[in-house]
């Protein structure tokens, strides 16, 4: 810690939630730097109106999934850095950030394992109906449904960067045929992992079970919609544990009503928090979790530590690792 620095006491505000419960690694480190910590209490993401109440006097930020755009930098005339707790910054404008002299860190790599994880229980959830199951065992019935072994299945990657390739690692004991689009793919760890690289159109057409792996950006919006849900096999299995808005929510809820798609599970959603007036929670098939994939034990104390050093670096006038701009 530099001079300058001790005498300044920055202030850091932390948006992600459970940071003193989870994250003491991190933490530790921030305080033994001087700095002021200000936690989110809400345990929900910051509303807009709630960070530029606050935003004025910080000198840097731990992001969780708050929105951080123009009119929030606009208030914040001291902050140097924002260290995104997780890979995607599709919630941070990054021209914006650039604009008003910003640094934007995330943590790529960190919760591969988490997410994977996450997956892999939305899958056999899904095949396995196993949430109904649960419930309909609860009520005293005595259902005795019929289920495919993975091992007769393809499970297409729509993406195939960390963490589909640890979700494909897990998947490979199980013997399914695994298919992967990427459009800039890693062949040889799709070799090593025993992964058919094709096209977008292939991987929906052939797939049983299609899990998304993709980063949110312009061009991945709404990429599940009914012109590519109708390419695929009647009765197909979707995961989502990327981000809600590459599912076009609506148009998947019809193509579950058709039985075009058989089930959806996933951890992430258009709007969050969810709205359960949507047409999609009318459906038993549709299993949800609440954007939870990242959060574990080992992942918050890892990614605390990442982002706690990235604050500092920047502080002391140093590049931090995995700056974005």
Aim: with cysteine; charged share 25%.
């Amino acid at each position: 810690m530099t001079k300058g620095m001790e005498e300044q006491g920055m202030k850091i505000l932390v948006t992600a939630t459970n940071y003193s419960q989870y994250c003491q690694a991190g933490k530790r480190i921030l305080e033994q730097a001087g700095c002021e910590i200000v936690e989110n209490p809400n345990g929900r993401p910051y509303k807009t109106s709630e960070l530029k109440e606050i935003v004025g006097d910080m000198d840097g930020v731990i992001v969780g999934v708050d929105t951080w755009n123009e009119e929030i930098f606009q208030s914040a005339p001291k902050l140097k850095c924002l260290a995104r707790f997780g890979v995607g910054v599709d919630n941070i404008d990054l021209n914006a950030a650039k604009k008003y002299g910003v640094i934007v860190c995330n943590s790529p790599g960190i919760n591969s394992s988490a997410v994977a994880e996450q997956a892999v229980a939305l899958l056999f959830s899904l095949m396995r109906q196993v949430p109904q199951l649960n419930q309909a065992v609860r009520r005293g019935e005595w259902t005795r449904p019929m289920f495919h072994e993975l091992k007769t299945r393809t499970v297409g990657f729509l993406g195939f960067g960390a963490i589909a390739r640890e979700f494909a690692g897990r998947l490979k004991g199980f013997h399914p045929n695994l298919i992967a689009y990427d459009k800039y793919p890693n062949r040889d760890e799709a070799k090593r992992l025993g992964v058919q690289m094709l096209s977008l159109n292939e991987v929906l057409r052939k797939s049983d079970i299609i899990s998304i792996h993709l980063p949110a950006f312009e061009e991945t919006k709404h990429l599940i919609c009914k012109e590519n849900i109708q390419k695929m096999k009647t009765g197909v299995f979707l995961i989502n544990t990327a981000r809600g808005s590459i599912v076009n929510e609506k148009d998947v809820a019809e193509a579950m009503k058709e039985g075009k798609i058989r089930g959806f599970g996933t951890d992430v959603f258009e709007k969050e928090p969810i709205d359960i007036s949507e047409k999609l929670f009318q459906f038993e098939n549709y299993i949800v979790t609440p954007h939870v994939s990242a959060e574990t034990y080992e992942n918050c104390e890892t990614t605390s530590i990442v982002t706690a050093k990235a604050l500092i670096s920047v502080f002391e006038g140093k590049e931090p690792d995995h700056r974005l701009v």
